[in-house]
């Protein structure tokens, strides 16, 4: 993966594993729950450090 600032859908479902639709489901969700904690998002795109944090359990920190 490359050290970009977000991740778009595609990059989510390489990683993965997982059909296109569903990540862009996923991403949907993950800027969904960002948004709930007052976080502005861009659609298709999330955080690279939220989407390594929620799917790998990485910290900054680690």
Known sequence: MSKELFVRAEEVAGALGISKPYAYKLVREMNEELKQKGFLTIP????RRYFEEKFYGLRENQ
Do not use: K
Request: charged content about 25%.
């Open 44 to 47: 298709g795109r999330v955080s």
